[in-house]
């Protein structure tokens, strides 16, 4: 005696794999796919036909002797979670982990297109489903879990009806859809608004204790006298936003109220940066171009009333007015003039390539050479006593009277020195080795007071502490000793730098930007951009001068 079981069809082959593999052998005549009598002890046609409604895997699982009386199996019903068939009284777990069904037509199934009335390799028709994603508010099964539309979410206070996100008539006020429960501009109704501060917690409004400053709700994202906190005050002008005391967008903070520092002529830039009377224009002050058409300009120094450069590649010593005028050549045919420094009667210089240091009058009369026979002298710096330079070839520093007497080599350094500095009490200076050194100023006690800097280049002085700038970073230290800091940093190639008593500045030569901030490193401020290989920088009380060497000019700014 056999059976014939239906005919199998693709979505019949998944749910075959899933559910296991039939054991038994099977016979093939045409289409048709036949079950061979199981004989003993199965030997009615009663218990063929129950094995025929047996879940794969537990048949295959099960002893012969008790195959039949697997199926009286009291399991779970119709869309009830399972792990195995053995979970389901109807002995058919979906791939979905749900209880499956017989069904004569897909009206039997759970609506939506995921369900389907289908026949199954040698079960019969079944219920199927095909999740097609996780549970949406669209009127489906998404999930295949016998339920439309369960654990769907929609916007805002909107609700899952009949597989559309609505607006329960008790969320409606006016146009807008609300919860009632927290709402803050409607809480417990429409237009119950709730204090300043005050949140809505199941329809009613209340004070959360971080919100009470002194007894009273307060709303700390936008209270300026507390914001972000109690008691946190911001400057009268500036309001509170977000928890933090801030200016709009192209504004800043300056003294007190929000200025617009692309055109205030105070704040130029940035905080305290003055035009001096100038008009500020996109954040910058008007430049002054003192003078053009030079070869390569280089180091810089200002006095009261005039501006000093060196021209290596033209050879010369020149001078201009801080206005830009009457400017002169002090000295011509210099061998490659590097350093430049100024005193009150006197501005002096090194011959680079001819190892000279040299000296004259500040309108280039009675010029003179203070020292000749060095290697290579290159940056300078003097003090109300005494010169000091460096040999870049030797890599040696020295000092000689003002007027030349006394020369002595003061300290054999490692790798040069890029900058030199000096106060009353040491001479400072940078290596390209990457240490920042101190020294006396008559050579002893050379010690390092920064290590391992990169590429360290400007060096500069105030009463308590010095100035450097290396690696992308300008930099601060005390004097007595400590830990250095990072006033500036992603600087693009930071060189030159000076000081005086409110400020910083310094070139960004690969930028091509003059740059200052605060003594702190608050307020950074570009205080001219585009500029054709800016070298070295000097400031007197009013402004700052620079040198470009790629175009050729001396400039100057309101500092």
């Not at 590649?313 to 009457?326: D, H, L, Q, Y």
């Not at 409110?502 to 401020?525: E, F, I, Q």
């Amino acid at each position: 005696m056999q059976r014939k079981m239906q005919r199998m069809l693709p979505r019949d082959a998944i749910l075959l794999g899933l559910l296991g593999l039939f054991t038994l052998p099977l016979l093939h005549c045409g289409d048709d796919v036949i079950i061979p009598d199981a004989g003993p002890p199965v030997a009615t046609d009663a218990a063929v036909a129950a094995m025929q409604d047996l879940a794969i895997t537990d048949l295959a699982a099960a002893p012969s002797d008790r195959r039949v009386d697997l199926y009286n199996f009291d399991g779970g019903p119709f869309l009830s979670e399972c792990a195995k068939s053995g979970d389901c009284n109807s002995q058919l777990c979906l791939p979905t982990g749900r209880c499956s069904k017989r069904c004569a037509a897909a009206a039997e199934c759970p609506p939506g297109p995921e369900w389907t009335c289908e026949a199954a390799l040698g079960i019969g028709d079944i219920c199927l489903c095909a999740p097609s994603g996780p549970e949406v508010c669209d009127g489906q099964d998404n999930d295949c879990d016998g339920t439309i539309d369960d654990g769907a979410s929609c916007d805002g206070a909107r609700a899952c009806q009949s597989g559309k996100c609505v607006c329960p008539l008790d969320h409606l006020c006016g146009n807008e859809c609300v919860d009632p429960l927290t709402a803050s501009a409607h809480c417990g109704g429409c237009g119950k608004k709730c204090g300043p501060g005050q949140v809505c917690t199941a329809g009613a409004c209340g004070c959360p204790a971080k919100n009470l400053c002194g007894g009273s709700c307060t709303d700390l994202a936008s209270d300026g006298n507390n914001c972000g906190g109690c008691g946190m005050k911001c400057p009268q002008g500036v309001p509170c936003a977000g928890g933090a005391c801030k200016c709009a967008v192209g504004q800043a903070a300056c003294g007190g109220a929000c200025i617009d520092v692309a055109s205030d002529g105070k704040n130029c830039g940035g905080c305290g940066h003055s035009c001096a009377g100038g008009a500020c224009g996109g954040g910058f002050c008007p430049l002054v171009k003192l003078a053009d058409g030079l070869g390569s300009p280089n180091r810089i120094a200002v006095d009261g009333g005039s501006v000093y450069w060196t021209n290596y590649a033209a050879g010369t010593v020149m001078r201009t007015s801080t206005g830009g005028v009457n400017t002169k050549t002090i000295a011509m045919g210099q061998s490659f003039p590097f350093g430049i420094a100024v005193d009150a009667t006197s501005v002096y210089w090194t011959g680079s390539f001819d190892g000279t240091v040299r000296k004259a009058a500040l309108d280039g009369a009675n010029a003179i050479t203070l020292v000749a026979g060095q290697s290579g002298p290159r940056a300078l710096t003097v003090d109300a006593s005494s010169v000091y330079w460096t040999s870049f070839n030797d890599d040696t520093l020295h000092k000689a009277a003002l007027d030349g007497k006394n020369a002595t080599t003061l300290v054999a350094m490692e790798g040069g020195a890029q900058f030199l500095a000096v106060d009353g009490s040491g001479i400072y200076w940078t290596t390209p080795g990457g240490s920042v050194m101190r020294a006396g100023l008559d050579g002893t006690n050379a010690k390092a007071l920064a290590v391992m800097q990169t590429a360290p280049t400007g060096i500069a002085l105030d009463g308590t502490h010095l100035y450097w700038t290396a690696g992308g970073k300008v930099m601060k230290l005390a004097k007595a000793g400590g830990n250095a800091v990072t006033l500036a940093s992603a600087q693009n190639g930071p060189g030159s730098i000076t000081v005086d008593g409110a400020a910083v500045y310094w070139v960004n030569p690969g930028g091509g930007t003059v740059m200052k901030a605060g003594l702190d490193g608050a307020n950074l401020t570009v205080l001219a951009a585009a500029q054709g290989g800016p070298r070295a920088l000097a400031v007197d009380g009013t402004s700052v001068y620079w040198t470009n060497q790629g175009s050729g000019s001396v400039m100057k700014v309101a500092k």
